[in-house]
């Protein structure tokens, strides 16, 4: 646990309260406390279950903060953490009716 205004090994180590992920409001004691409780032992399983990387942003903000402490267990994070964006592209012929077409003349 980091100590504040510490110097030297103590003020390398964050405070288990500090925040890793915003959006789902995750901090680094509940990720702990999940890979202890369910002995996860990969990022992808810690996502689900404590929904860390899974908020708005999709992870682009905690995403480098969780591969770290996913590197830091000795965890592979490659391609865990991928970007799921809730709609995918459509072409316009997909979705608009052939009578849609513009008349021309
Ligand atoms: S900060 Fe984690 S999903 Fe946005």
New binding site residues.
């Given amino acids: 646990m980091g100590v504040a205004g510490a110097r030297g090994p103590e003020a390398a180590a964050p405070a288990v309260d500090a925040v890793i ?4 409001a995750v901090a680094l004691g509940a990720l702990v406390a999940a890979r202890n409780a369910w002995a996860i032992d990969d990022l992808r399983q810690l996502k689900l279950l404590t929904r ?11 995403q480098p903060l969780l591969e770290s402490l996913a590197r830091s267990w000795g965890w592979d994070p490659s391609g865990a953490l991928a970007a799921r964006p809730p709609t995918r592209p459509w072409a316009m012929g997909q979705v608009l009716p052939e009578s849609s077409e513009p008349e021309h003349g």
């Fill in positions: 992920c915003r959006c789902e860390a990387g899974m908020g708005m942003c999709q992870g682009r903000v905690c």
